[in-house]
């Protein structure tokens, strides 16, 4: 094992994740949204007239839309004024687009990724790597044996520029529409940065691919896009991070994601979020499989003053699948708001949703689901899970299943449950030597155990360091 391995190991995580630089940027766009500034981005980017259109298009549909208030439980959104946000920050690199080494960053963003342990993770157990600072990419690389069979990984910015047909085919058509949602819409008109993975036929990824996303500055928004095309047989696992510092005023991170999984294809999208409670989580994520395609969404959310995450499915061939799992923690002030959307547009397509979900110190979470069987999609089955551990009784936690079954000849199940670490259980663990935090954190990780094992095992490991880290009351 390397000596910067073993640093990072010895490195307490609270400091790896709310430490913070010093703005320094190339460009920083006004405050607000407006036709002004969305041409500004545009024109930074030197982006073709096309995607210019496309993005004053969901400007004015984001103007159109109303605010979601009327979501039964919903997360406040009283404080998010988009007035008040800065949508666009250029880093201050040398070249667009990302460096060609770590080396070639200035010694803040160099820093700020050591810390965050990115550089060793990708000389070890990664296939390409992408890492946001602010509004845009600062690095890309793919290994060249994965170029080679025609894997392409690099970020949005670049792939407008050399895979126009590509995107334009794909950007916010037919998967994740600016007419979608409000923040959809946002999302449509000031996007910046994010990564493109397209996977030839047949072809297997066999290691992951990661992209890391890092906002830094105080007041500003941060809106990557992220775009995977897995083609007809192919295979590949995209990882994503996020993590923002403390500030003493709002942040808002409002992502697209879009997966395209074609016949007999297999992607898996894990993401780990860990923003500060300062910061407003609210993305937009879907996939469209095809025929026997299987799509695989894991995520754990925390650390956000709300977060409203529902990554949706559409399961558009036969034989298609979709598998959801999710771990949502809570504390006090934050409500974390998560969930799933299926749709089984065709036959015997299979889902299956398992959410987990943990409240202290009067926090609040929430399962908010949609499975929808559509007429004719006969022989499909779904089955949810959702499972809730409160530490007290200022902690809510709410399940709230929608499913819309327009077919007879299928198999449907739900299932609920809601607990509290009991007294007795504390008692056993103390009285076979340990303290009462101890037990508490060991109780907790037999909890999520079952989705933890599902990620890459440093993401594992993270994972319940920051939970461990939440419960007590550490991160914020």
Same mark, same amino acid.
């Not at 496309?54 to 979501?71: G, I, K, S, V």
């Not at 404080?79 to 687009?97: F, H, L, N």
């Not at 999208?269 to 879907?286: D, G, I, P």
């Given at each position: 094992?390397?000596?910067? *391995? ?7 995580? @609270? ?5 913070? #630089? ?17 041409? /500004? ?85 990664? =296939? &390409?790597?992408?890492? *946001?600072?602010? =509004?845009?990419? /600062? ?18 910015? #670049?792939? /407008? *520029? ?21 923040? +959809? ?35 500003? &928004? ?75 969404? %894991? ?14 499915? %559409?399961?558009? &061939?036969?034989? +298609? ?56 999609? @006969? ?32 198999? /449907? +199940? ?7 670490? &009991? ?17 508490? *954190? ?31 009351? =550490?991160?914020?």
């Amino acid at each position: 094992m390397s000596s910067q *391995q073993d640093d990072l190991k010895e490195t307490d995580t @609270e400091a790896r994740f709310e430490f913070k #630089k010093e703005e320094k940027s190339a460009f920083k766009s006004e405050k607000g949204l407006t036709e002004e500034t969305v041409r /500004v981005i545009s024109e930074d980017k030197d982006e073709p007239e096309w995607m210019l259109e496309r993005r004053l298009r969901a400007l004015e549909q984001f103007q159109e839309m109303p605010m979601p208030t009327d979501w039964p439980g919903q997360p406040d959104l009283s404080e998010v004024d988009v007035e008040e946000i800065v949508p666009y920050i250029r880093p201050d690199i040398d070249k667009r687009g990302g460096a060609d080494s770590w080396e070639d960053l200035p010694e803040e963003i160099q820093d700020t990724f050591d810390k965050l342990g990115i550089p060793e993770a990708e000389k070890n157990a990664l =296939s &390409g790597v992408g890492a *946001q600072y602010e =509004s845009e990419i /600062v690095y890309q690389n793919m290994q060249e044996r994965w170029e080679e069979k025609g894997v392409i990984f690099c970020d949005m910015d #670049k792939a /407008v *520029q050399e895979h126009e047909e590509l995107v334009r085919e794909h950007f916010m058509t037919k998967c994740v529409p600016p007419s979608d949602n409000k923040f +959809a819409a946002l999302h449509g008109a000031i996007w910046s940065g994010g990564s493109f993975v397209y996977v030839p036929e047949n072809t297997t990824v066999e290691m992951p691919v990661q992209a890391y996303f890092r906002m830094n500055s105080e007041g500003m &928004g941060q809106f990557e896009h992220t775009l995977i095309i897995a083609e007809e047989g192919s295979e590949v696992h995209y990882i994503e991070g996020c993590s923002a510092p403390k500030y003493s005023a709002f942040n808002l991170h409002s992502g697209g994601v879009e997966v395209f999984v074609g016949e007999d294809a297999h992607v898996q999208y894990s993401t780990v979020q860990n923003w500060s409670k300062n910061t407003y989580n609210l993305n937009t994520k879907r996939a469209i499989a095809e025929k026997g395609g299987r799509m695989e969404w %894991i995520s754990g959310s925390m650390g956000s003053k709300a977060t409203m995450l529902y990554p949706s499915t %559409i399961l558009k &061939g036969r034989g +298609a699948s979709d598998n959801h799992i999710t771990i949502a923690f809570a504390g006090e002030g934050q409500d974390i708001d998560t969930g799933a959307k299926v749709y089984h547009n065709a036959p015997n397509t299979k889902s299956t949703v398992e959410s987990k979900s943990i409240a202290k110190d009067g926090g609040r979470t929430n399962y908010r689901g949609l499975v929808h069987i559509a007429d004719g999609a @006969e022989n499909s089955s779904t089955a949810v899970e959702c499972d809730a551990l409160m530490f007290d009784n200022e902690s809510t936690s709410d399940t709230m299943p929608y499913m819309e079954i327009n077919e007879s000849q299928v198999d /449907v +199940a739900h299932e609920a449950t809601v607990g509290k670490i &009991g007294d007795e259980d504390i008692f056993y663990l103390q009285s076979r030597g340990l303290d009462d935090d101890d037990a508490k *954190q060991m109780i907790v990780s037999g909890f999520i155990e079952p989705i933890t094992e599902e990620l890459p095992i440093e993401y594992a490991v993270e994972l319940n360091r920051l939970v461990e880290l939440e419960m007590e009351g =550490s991160l914020g």
